[in-house]
Nanobody, 121 residues
Framework: VQLQASGGGLVQAGGSLRLSCAASGRTFSTYAMGWFRQAPGKEREFVAAISWNGGRTYYADSVKARFTISRDNAKNTVYLQMNSLKPEDTAIYSC???????????????WGQGTQVTVSS
């Protein structure tokens, strides 16, 4: 499975962005998917995850009620809708695939290239 994230950009605080992660391969619909982010000088952190059928979702406390993860298995794509963005959301956002839904990055075995999100104050 190859993953490609897109949709990042520069936005003012309070604004919104929607990230997309397009996957190649027929097995996308069998994998749980996650979004992670890494800011300069900081470790990678979990953002959100969704089960293979979209029935379960997990969120980091810092993004709950502001971000929404979703997926469209027919399009082999997972999304991250980000609302009420804050400067501290600035990071490179990456998508990844795992066997089951988890917040642990070590359990994700396919990773896509990230997309930069910059939130100005």
């Amino acid at each position: 499975v190859q993953l490609q994230a897109s949709g990042g950009g520069l936005v003012q605080a309070g604004g919104s962005l929607r990230l997309s992660c397009a996957a190649s391969g027929r097995t996308f619909s069998t994998y749980a998917m996650g979004w992670f982010r890494q800011a300069p000088g900081k470790e990678r952190e979990f953002v959100a995850a969704i089960s293979w059928n979209g029935g379960r979702t997990y969120y980091a406390d810092s993004v709950k009620a502001r971000f929404t993860i979703s997926r469209d298995n027919a399009k082999n794509t997972v999304y991250l809708q980000m609302n009420s963005l804050k400067p501290e959301d600035t990071a490179i956002y990456s998508c990844a695939a795992a066997v089951t839904i988890t917040t642990t990055p070590e359990r994700y075995f396919y990773w896509g290239q990230g997309t930069q999100v910059t939130v100005s104050s």
